[in-house]
């Protein structure tokens, strides 16, 4: 499966940033080691029911895209199920080097 069907939701965070959520396998969270990437166990994060009007876009009612904050959390990428009815999650390896390469980019890892 691509790692464009992988499901993901957005979020706000405390401090009025924009959190993204990777729904990845059970047990992750205790082999993950991105740094400046935190990997969260199930108890951690509450996951928004998927709607039938589809995947959210930037212009999305949840979205203020003036200030570029969301105010709910909301799907960007709708969970999809294989032919024997499982969830797609994200493949945790490949996230990892997806994300780091990200950070390398935005100059966040040093």
Do not use: N, Y
């Not at 069907?5 to 047990?27: M, R």
């Not at 995947?55 to 709708?78: F, K």
Request: charged letters at 20%.
């Amino acid at each position: 499966m691509e790692s464009g069907a992988w499901p993901v939701f957005c979020g706000p965070s405390d401090d009025d940033q924009v959190l993204f959520f990777f729904l990845v396998p059970p047990g992750t969270a205790k082999a993950w080691k991105v740094k400046g990437i935190v990997c969260l166990c199930q108890e951690d994060v509450a996951v928004p029911a998927p709607t039938l009007e589809g995947p959210c876009t930037d212009l999305h009612p949840a979205a203020d895209v003036a200030r570029s904050t969301v105010t709910v959390r909301h799907w960007i990428q709708t969970p999809h199920l294989t032919p024997k009815g499982k969830v797609v999650l994200a493949e945790p390896h490949l996230l990892a080097q997806g994300l780091e390469t990200a950070l390398e980019h935005a100059g966040a890892v040093r």
